[in-house]
């Protein structure tokens, strides 16, 4: 056994981490929503505000927000072969992936969701005859999830650095060319219907507002800022609001 193998094991047991959010907690910025519903940076224009508001009106009952994190040290990486196997199940997740993966010992397996508050009321929107101000619903409940994971994160990032190892970037299918159809595997190494989400045949989750993948754990992986230039998938709305993140990041004091 190799001494990262053993640093690797040295994080389990580890308690799996489970948080539950107030929507106060992660409530995604105005600007933010409005890069989402494709306004330019600093634009917020009064229709946009007053459907955020109508939104926020709801109160925390429409929403239920929560995820939490698994980590699993029977794991190994071939970029070459762009594959990744943890407890014996095989994930052919791209290039992109596996080589930001390549050096990790262990991984830890994510699942997060806003609930399905969030995209009923959207839908009741859209039915009721307000399509934009249920679209800034649907907006909504992205970066809901995505701030509440970003928390995940980082405290999943903490934790690992207390027993001297880091963390990579997530990954999820869908993005950065592994297929959508490999969440069929990945939910195999999380609990039964944990935080309320399961996958439908063609391999989405609902509760929509929800994601999942993988955080690579170890002595030698990197954390990158902003890696989104390296996937294809140029419709994702996440590209802008994530760069947008990490400038307000590196501004602050």
């Not at 490999?182 to 507002?209: H, I, N, W």
């Amino acid at each position: 056994m190799t001494a990262s193998t053993r640093r690797a094991r040295a994080a389990l047991p580890f308690e799996p981490l489970h948080r539950r959010f107030a929507f106060e907690k992660v409530r995604p910025p105005a600007d933010l929503i409005a890069t989402a519903v494709g306004y330019p940076a600093g634009e917020i224009p009064e229709v946009l505000a007053e459907g955020i508001e109508a939104v926020v009106a709801r109160g925390e009952a429409l929403w239920s927000i929560e995820g939490g994190c698994f980590v699993h040290d029977d794991v190994s990486v071939d970029p070459e072969e762009e594959r990744i196997r943890a407890r014996g199940i095989d994930f052919h997740a791209g290039g992109i992936v596996a080589g930001q993966l390549a050096r990790s010992t262990a991984l830890g397996v994510f699942l997060c969701t806003a609930g399905r508050g969030i995209e009923e009321l959207a839908r009741e929107l859209i039915a009721g005859g307000d399509p934009f101000t249920g679209y800034v619903a649907n907006a909504m409940g992205s970066l809901v999830v995505d701030g509440a994971m970003d928390l995940l994160q980082e405290e999943f990032g903490a934790r690992m650095a207390d027993r001297g190892l880091r963390i990579t970037n997530r990954y999820s299918p869908g993005y950065c060319g592994w297929h959508v159809s490999e969440q069929q595997r990945l939910f195999q190494l999380l609990p039964a219907g944990y935080c309320g989400v399961r996958l439908t045949d063609t391999s989405l989750m609902q509760p929509v507002k929800s994601v999942s993948g993988v955080i690579g754990v170890g002595e030698r992986v990197r954390f990158n800022d902003y890696t989104c230039s390296r996937c294809e998938l140029e419709s994702c709305i996440y590209r802008d609001i994530k760069k947008r993140k990490v400038i307000a990041a590196r501004r602050a004091p």
